[in-house]
């Protein structure tokens, strides 16, 4: 089992930037992809980042936002640039081992707002 516990959010002004964590327990994450996803009021959960053996983002945030993990503190973190109203969501990181298609482990979320 993998627990995952997210922080990092808040209530920022847009342009402002905010650096998400991923606090991992159970296992390493070291064997994991790591993902994180967002869900706008009224909207589906959609995909916003992935980590595996490379990583690439949703459209909407390419060039703005940044995936990285840092194994030895068991953690990934999503850095969020030049932030834009319609970024604001609860923001969930999730976890699956690698070859499979469904993700495995999934945070409680925490929540964005950026304010125009």
């Known amino acids: ?21 991923c606090a991992a327990s159970g296992r390493p994450l070291s064997g994991f992809s790591m993902g994180w996803f967002r869900q706008a009021p009224g909207k589906e959960r959609e ?11 949703a ?5 703005r936002f940044t995936i990285s993990r840092d194994n030895a503190k068991n953690t990934v973190y999503l850095q969020m640039n030049s932030l834009k109203p319609e970024d604001t ?11 499979s298609s469904n993700w495995n482990y999934w945070g409680q979320g925490t929540q964005v707002t950026v304010s125009s």
């Open 47 to 57: 995909f916003v980042a992935f980590s595996g053996s490379s990583a690439y983002y």
């Open 59 to 63: 459209d909407s945030v390419k060039g």
């Open 89 to 99: 969501a609860v923001y969930f990181c999730a976890a699956k081992t690698t070859h």
């Open 1 to 21: 089992q993998v627990q995952l516990v997210e922080s990092g959010g808040g209530l920022v002004q847009a342009g402002d930037s905010l650096r998400l964590s």
